[in-house]
Every structure is written in structure tokens, then in C-alpha cells.
């Protein structure tokens, strides 16, 4: 954020993990690998094994098999018996409820990881102040975790987790703790964080459209393996089970917004086209339509109404959740319609078929991204 | 404003009863006492040397109890093990012994017959009628009570503080004493302060294990004892300081740990 690198210049080294471990309800098997300066983001419902896997990689929970390297080192190897302890890897890890130190002010919180590097009280509260003030937490330094609010944890969490120059990035729902309002701020201000970081990211959420906007990739998990891997709108678009497609929920497509006629708001996608949208924004979006507000109509066709988007796609896949069916579509970027079993039978939907997808303006969030 | 129901007057008399019976001794010492007879008290032979006893031989046993009972304490309370709950038991056990029966046992331990008492002999360590005995008959009824709290205290502890701890770089050493300590702090002194007044007020196991010697072994529940026999003012005037002392402990540690209750030591 603002201009400055806030991660040092690291090797540019990668994580890599595989991992089996026995849990109460089922097996976790899981293996993936996050290029340096990459976010994956692990969606998934709860109790999917998300939170594990990044306490695996911290070295705060070992697997019954597996290895955790980062880039040249080895952080665990179960077969030689290599098991760093957590103090030594040096994962910036933000919990899901931030677990500030109670005890201490914001500062000695942001403090507490640079013992080990930075000689000196004084000079350690100068790195933590510096750091707050890029937060815009400068005011709040001597404040005690207690009388934050919840935006403002979260910043002296991110802080605090970035401050010893982390060798990776552990996210563990960092937005669900807040509320509708401060997460939008906190989600921009995240997505630069972790534009910058040249560290890989691991960030664990249950939502997918966060997943989708903070995320280079999203890994989807269930029952402690992972289902399907790729960029967010390739899941939406071409889920591999009626599982992620019921996941993944929104789809989501990118874009630059400016401001259009009668107060609408026209995102530029990238590829070509645009779309309308009656959430204000500018700049980088991301654009969110769940699929079922996506109608399909047979080409040439227009209806009146209320604004309506319009983009001709392709039939990529057809896939039936219950009564309901999931048509993944392929257009300048990929999306997908939720639609009833019988409007498939009318207009003779199958993979191959050119349609047209259309939804309101009303029914498309944007998100700065 | 409601009618008092039958009920909240019987709980209310219920509090009301036990708070006059519990006071009302305590109360009795004082009113029994003129202030003179109080400072005249201190002046009587041994008595100066039974409070100092008490004052050194309860804060001995309390940095032994603090140094080996604060990590046992967070090894049952963070660690799963076969036979913890068997630990457990085992350490509170001297709670429930009668004093008496606590100085039988550790004159059958550590007494010059005792099972190790040959052991103790061999490396130059005398116990019976030494203070050093007073120590460890202090410890031996004391320290369960700091045990158990602070292994509360430490249960309490939210533990993801400690993971967020370990991987800020910070070994599980140093995670005990900057973040496992501090926020549980408000638990342990209350384990400490239950402690220490329990070590003030022994009496039966000092007796039976380490005897009565004024200046080396007697502490004041001791002289108190002793004096009654001869002097009931001056056992009152005596029982007078120990409850004022005991008290002014008790409220110190009390005031303390209300002010850091939230866990603000900082530092």
C-alpha cells in the first residue's frame, strides 16, 4: 500500500505442500503448490479442512505424511523427520479473530515479531509505529486490543503478521469478522497488500466471491481434499461437480468501470464488451452476478424492461443441480446461468449452442478489485 | 417495586447468616482487643521472631511454589497425556488431608526414619526441627491450592494467543512467559493469594513435622497456641496482627489483580 513495498524483497520463493493427516470426520488429503508473490485462495464450506492446511504449513498442527517446503528449504518432511517449529519458518499468520495479544498495546502487538531481528525497544517501536501509520493506525499505536474496533484489529492483525518479513502469508478468514461496511474498505485494502507481497499467499474464506477477489487462484476444498483449482471465473464458469458449481454461487467477471448514462455504472470487461451495473464504482472491478438472475434467450431476440445486460456465449457444459440446471457459458470470459430444467428442453440447450445471457443492471455488484 | 418473594427472602437470610457467622469470630478478636494490648503484645518474648518466621518462611515457600508449580501447572493445563487426570488427583490430594495427618506423612517421608529420610541424612539435609522443614510442610499444604487455580488460569487461555505467539518467531519458552503468563495473570495471583494464606494459617503439619522452637520453627499460629495456654490477651492481641496481615495480603493481591484483570501488564 500506498507506493511502498511492505514485504522485503525475498527470493522469490514458493510454497509447496502435501499433507495426509486423520481427522474426527474424514482424511485430509490435500496437495498444492502458491508461486512466490501468488494468492491461492482456499474456498470452501466449513469444517472443509481450510484452516488446517494452514496450520500445517505454520507448523502448528503436523500431518501423519506429507512435506511443507518453501522454496529451497524444507519446512517439513515427515519420511526424514525434518519438523521445524513454527517460530522458525516465519509465516505471517492472521488468525480468524485476529488473537491480539490482549496485553499489549497495538504497537508492542505489532512489535512482538521483531524481537528476534531488530535490537532495541526503541528502534522496535519505531518499525511498529512506521507500520501503523501505513495502516492508518498511527493515532491508535498505545490503544489495547479491546478498545479497537473491528476494522482496526484487523489492520494491526495484517500488521503485525507482516512485520517480521514473513517467508509466506497465512489468511485465515481475514474479512468474516467484520461487518458489511468496514469489509468492503478492508477488502481493497487487502487486495493491495497482497498485490505487493512478493511472498506466496495462502487464504482460507467460505466465501466465494471473496475468494474470487482477493485470490490469484481459487482452490476449492470439501472433506479435506481439494475439488477443483483454477481462476475464479473458470469455476463458475466449468465446475467440475454440481458441488463447486453450488459453491462457487456468483459469477464473477472483471473489468474497468466508469460512470454511464442515467446514473448507471459501465464496466469495460477485459476481452471486449461491456455491462451495466447500478452499483457506483471506477477504476478495477469485479463484477458479480449470481447465476440464477442470468436468463438465457435464443440469439436476436431483445425484450424491453428494466436495463439488461446482454452477451452472447456459448453452451460450455450442462450440469443438473436437482431441479435446477447449471449451464456454464463461454464469452469473452466465462460465466454461467442457473436455469429450470424445462426453459434447457425449450430453447434446446446443449454444449455447442450460441444464446444470449441476459440479467438486470440491478442484479450486478461491483467490487473495486 | 415487586414484593419480595418467599424465596429471595430466603436466600437473602441465607447470605445474611453466613455472613454473621463467618465475621463474627473475626470481629470478636478485635473487640477483644484494646490497641494498647496490641502493641503491649508485640512485645512479649518470641512473638516479633514467630512473625518474621511466618513472614520468611511463607514467601520461601511461595517462590518454590510459584517456580516449580507455574510450569507443572501449564504442562497439565496444554499438554494430553495418559494419566493426566491421575496426575491431577494426585496433586491435589494434600487439599484434602487433615494437617495433622499431612505432618505424619512427611515425617514418614522425609523424617530421619522417614522412607527418604537416610537419603537426606547422607547429603547433610535436616528438616525436624529446622526451619527449612517449615518450608517444606509449608509448601507440602500450600501448594495444591496455587496448582489447581493456575491450572485453570491456564486452561483459560485463549490458545490461539500462543499460536499467533510461536509463529511471530517466539519459542514456546518465551511464549509462556510474554503471553501464557501475563493473560493469565488475574488466575494466578488469586492462586497465589489462596496460597499464601493457607501457609500463614498452618499449624498441624509445622507442628508434627517441624515442631515448635521459637525462633526456628514456631510461626505465629504456633505462638498463638503457645501463648493461649498462658496469656489469652496476648494470644488474642497476637491472633489480632496475624488477621490484619492475612487480610491486608488477601486485599493487596486481591486490588492487583482487579487492576491488571483485563491482562494490562505491559511490557
Known amino acids: 500500500m500506498r507506493a511502498r513495498k511492505l514485504l522485503s524483497e525475498g527470493e522469490g520463493a514458493g510454497l509447496e505442500l502435501r499433507a495426509e493427516l486423520r481427522l474426527d470426520a474424514f482424511e485430509l488429503a490435500i496437495e498444492l503448490a502458491v508461486p512466490a508473490g501468488s494468492c491461492l485462495a482456499l474456498a470452501g464450506p466449513s469444517g472443509a479442512g481450510k484452516s488446517t492446511v494452514l496450520r500445517i504449513v505454520a507448523g502448528l498442527v503436523r500431518p501423519d505424511r506429507g512435506s511443507v517446503r518453501c522454496g529451497e528449504v524444507t519446512w517439513l518432511e515427515t519420511e526424514a523427520g525434518i519438523d521445524v517449529p513454527p517460530e522458525l519458518r516465519h509465516c505471517g499468520y492472521v488468525f480468524q479473530d485476529y488473537a491480539l495479544f490482549p496485553h499489549l498495546k497495538a504497537w508492542q502487538n505489532v512489535a512482538y515479531g521483531l524481537r528476534g531481528e531488530v535490537r532495541g525497544r526503541a528502534e522496535r517501536r519505531r518499525r511498529a509505529e512506521a507500520l501503523l501509520e501505513r495502516f492508518g493506525l498511527a493515532h491508535l499505536a498505545d490503544a489495547h486490543p479491546r478498545t479497537l474496533s473491528g476494522g482496526e484489529r484487523q489492520r494491526v492483525a495484517l500488521a503485525r503478521a507482516l512485520a517480521p ?20 474498505t478492508a477488502t481493497r485494502e487487502l487486495a493491495s497488500v497482497l498485490r505487493e507481497a512478493d511472498v506466496p499467499t495462502l487464504l482460507v474464506t467460505h466465501d466465494f466471491a471473496e475468494a474470487a477477489t482477493l485470490g490469484d487462484t481459487v482452490a476449492v476444498m470439501a472433506e479435506g481434499r481439494l475439488v477443483q483449482h483454477g481462476g475464479a471465473a473458470d469455476l463458475a464458469a466449468r465446475p467440475v461437480s454440481a458441488f463447486v458449481a453450488d459453491f462457487t454461487g456468483a459469477v464473477v467477471l472483471s473489468g474497468v468501470a466508469r460512470p454511464g448514462p442515467e446514473g448507471l455504472t459501465l464496466v469495460d470487461l477485459d476481452g471486449g464488451g461491456d455491462i451495466a451495473s447500478v452499483d457506483h464504482a471506477t477504476g478495477p472491478v469485479v463484477a458479480s452476478v449470481f447465476p440464477w438472475e442470468i436468463a438465457l434467450e435464443p440469439p436476436g431476440e431483445t425484450r424491453g424492461g428494466s436495463p439488461r445486460n446482454r452477451l452472447a456465449v456459448e453452451v460450455a457444459s450442462v450440469t443438473p443441480l436437482g431441479s435446477r440446471v447449471r449451464v456454464g457459458l463461454e464469452g469473452v470470459q466465462p460465466l454461467a446461468a442457473e436455469v429450470t430444467a424445462a426453459s434447457v428442453r425449450a430453447l434446446g440447450i446443449a454444449p455447442g449452442r450460441t444464446v444470449v445471457a441476459t440479467w438486470k443492471a440491478a442484479a450486478t455488484r461491483l467490487t473495486s478489485s | 417495586m415487586r414484593a419480595l418473594r418467599p424465596f429471595d427472602a430466603l436466600v437473602t437470610l441465607a447470605l445474611a447468616l453466613a455472613l454473621c457467622f463467618l465475621t463474627l469470630p473475626v470481629v470478636a478478636i478485635f473487640a477483644g482487643t484494646r490497641p494498647g494490648e496490641l502493641v503491649a503484645s508485640l512485645g512479649e518474648p518470641g512473638v516479633l521472631d514467630a512473625l518474621s518466621l511466618s513472614l520468611k518462611a511463607t514467601l520461601a515457600a511461595l517462590v518454590v511454589i510459584v517456580v516449580v508449580g507455574a510450569p507443572a501447572a501449564y504442562v497439565l493445563a496444554t499438554r494430553s497425556f495418559r494419566g493426566r487426570s491421575a496426575v491431577i488427583t494426585l496433586v491435589e490430594l494434600p487439599l484434602v488431608l487433615p494437617p495433622a495427618v499431612a505432618g505424619i506423612a512427611l515425617l514418614a517421608a522425609l523424617g530421619p526414619q522417614g522412607l527418604l529420610g537416610g ?37 483459560a487461555v485463549d490458545h490461539t494467543w500462543l499460536e499467533a505467539s510461536r509463529t511471530l518467531g517466539a519459542s514456546e519458552a518465551r511464549t509462556f512467559l510474554s503471553v501464557m503468563v501475563p493473560s493469565a495473570l488475574p488466575g494466578l495471583l488469586s492462586g497465589l493469594a489462596l496460597a499464601w494464606g493457607r501457609a500463614l494459617g498452618e499449624f498441624g503439619a509445622t507442628l508434627i513435622f517441624a515442631g515448635s522452637l521459637s525462633g526456628v520453627t514456631q510461626t505465629t499460629p504456633l505462638a498463638i497456641y503457645e501463648l493461649f495456654a498462658t496469656d489469652l490477651t496476648a494470644a488474642l492481641a497476637l491472633s489480632a496482627v496475624l488477621v490484619a496481615i492475612s487480610g491486608a495480603l488477601l486485599l493487596s493481591v486481591k486490588l492487583v489483580g482487579g487492576r491488571v484483570a483485563p491482562g494490562l501488564l505491559a511490557r
Open chain 2, 119 to 155: 537419603w537426606l541424612e547422607d547429603a547433610g539435609v535436616r528438616l525436624v526441627f529446622e526451619t527449612a522443614g517449615v518450608i517444606v510442610a509449608l509448601v507440602f499444604v500450600a501448594a495444591p491450592f496455587f496448582l489447581s487455580q493456575a491450572q485453570a488460569a491456564f486452561s
Open chain 1, 165 to 184: 518479513s514473513p517467508r509466506a502469508l497465512l489468511l485465515d478468514e481475514p474479512l468474516t469478522a467484520l461487518d458489511s461496511r468496514t469489509r468492503a
